[in-house]
């Protein structure tokens, strides 16, 4: 009965430090990700990624961003895709379209277009990546447009319509996202 015990108390001991500790390949800012609690980041905000049924003819790997649901989902085939709740465009700035995954950042820097600073000119012109940059923890680059699929240090906007034009997922998720899609993945939004 003991050695049960002890066997479970390791099993238990292993799957926590498997869970706290930041693997070695993680950006060194990413222990500054705020706005969730330890068992948060276990279980996930009510607006968690999940596994849906998704019948599509797209391949594995394509991202469809459903502006109307605030869902982003990435194909995985087999009639599935991996649903994640997102911020998006504010009224005027939403936008449909095609393209593809051109490049990926970690703590990427920030350089407000000049139809932002246009509208908002107290914003600066450049702010390097880090916890407080608005970018967020990554970035996926689509296209050469303005448009990026990015984090948020602002979690509870998502689900509303109040960016720019970006897509915008907590940075837990985002960084989930990052390291599934590959550059070259197709993005549709709709």
């Not at 009639?79 to 709740?85: D, H, N, R, T």
């Not at 939403?94 to 051109?102: E, F, L, M, P, R």
């Not at 107290?122 to 984090?151: E, T, W």
């Not at 689900?159 to 993005?187: E, F, H, M, P």
């Amino acid at each position: 009965m003991s050695m049960r015990f002890l066997a479970g108390g390791a099993c238990a001991v292993a799957l926590l430090a498997s869970v706290c500790f930041t693997p070695a390949a993680a950006h060194p800012y990413d222990q500054y990700i705020r706005g969730r609690s330890f068992f948060g980041a276990l279980f996930g905000p009510s607006i968690a990624r999940m596994v849906v049924s998704y019948p599509t003819n797209q391949k594995t790997g394509t991202i469809v961003i459903s502006t109307a649901q605030r869902r982003l989902y990435l194909v995985l085939g087999n009639g599935q895709a991996l649903s994640y709740a997102i911020a998006v465009g504010a009224a005027g700035y939403a936008w449909s379209g095609v393209n593809q995954v051109t490049d990926k950042r970690e703590w990427p820097d920030w350089t407000p277009p000049g139809e932002m600073l246009q509208r908002r000119p107290d914003l600066p012109r450049h702010m390097a990546g880090g916890p407080d940059n608005p970018m967020g923890a990554r970035a996926i680059y689509l296209g050469s447009s303005l448009y990026r699929i990015h984090g948020s240090n602002d979690p509870d906007k998502i689900g509303q319509a109040v960016s720019s034009g970006c897509i915008r997922l907590t940075n837990q998720d985002v960084i989930d996202l990052y390291n599934r899609v590959q550059i070259g993945a197709t993005v549709i939004v709709q």
